[in-house]
């Protein structure tokens, strides 16, 4: 499983991009890289997957470079209500792959 | 996306009692399914991987005969605490996934207090 490597925590203020990047040195070929958000006592919620290149949708992009080793997940014009803990993951296609959790980025969005 | 649903959101119950947390997919079947624990300003952590009709694989460090799981359907796998302690007491969460679908969806969490 490939490790992944996101900054422990990230300051904003309200209407601004948000760029996190996580590192993932070691994804493999058939690796997918998937966002997810958590707020305090809820499950993940599910922002976005991708491949390769880049993919947008309506709440956020991924982008992702040639070699894959590295993502940024960009939020456009962030509000308070994003003050979250954001968790880049690495996983295969495949049933049963586990999906581990690093230990995320906490993005505060101030007023 | 797709809709996991757990239930109880919240439960307490006394030291050396047995607790059950469901975690049922609504509109899609679950071929897999996820457990996890995460305590306070931590990640979460996988506990075990559950395929339907097969018995779950558990992470190392994690005891199977305390940590029951069934998945005895593709909607539904059940979690059981048996013996609990208040070192139990966590935030206890279950994903699912669909075969050939790469996203995992999970439920709203079960908050576990044992007194």
């Known amino acids: 499983l490939a490790k992944t490597t996101q900054p422990i925590s990230m300051d904003s203020y309200e209407g601004q991009e948000v760029n996190i990047t996580c590192s993932h040195n070691n994804i493999a070929t058939n690796d997918y890289i998937t966002w997810y958000q958590q707020f305090p006592s809820q499950g993940p919620r599910f922002i976005i997957q991708?491949?390769?290149t880049k993919v947008t949708n309506e709440v956020a992009s991924l982008f992702i470079p040639a070699d894959r080793k590295s993502s940024t997940l960009s939020l456009p014009r962030v509000s308070l209500s994003d003050t979250a803990v954001y968790y880049c993951l690495v996983g295969r296609n495949t049933g049963g792959f586990k999906t581990i959790f690093g230990a995320g980025t906490r993005l505060f969005v101030k007023a | 996306g797709a809709v996991v649903s757990q239930h109880p959101s919240r439960v307490i119950c006394k030291s050396g009692t047995s607790v059950k947390i469901e975690c049922r997919s609504l509109d899609f079947q679950a071929t897999t399914m996820f457990w996890y624990r995460q305590f306070p300003k931590q990640s979460l952590m996988l506990m075990a991987t559950s395929n339907e009709g097969s018995k779950a694989t558990y992470e190392q460090g994690v005891e199977k005969d305390k940590f029951l799981i069934n998945h005895a359907s593709l909607t539904l796998s059940t979690l059981t605490v048996t013996s609990a302690h208040p070192e139990d007491s966590s935030f206890y969460i279950c994903?699912?996934?669909?075969?050939?679908?790469?996203?995992?969806?999970f439920g709203q969490g079960t908050r576990l207090t044992v007194v």
């Open positions: 991708g491949y390769k």
């Open positions: 994903s699912a996934k669909e075969q050939g679908v790469t996203e995992a969806f």
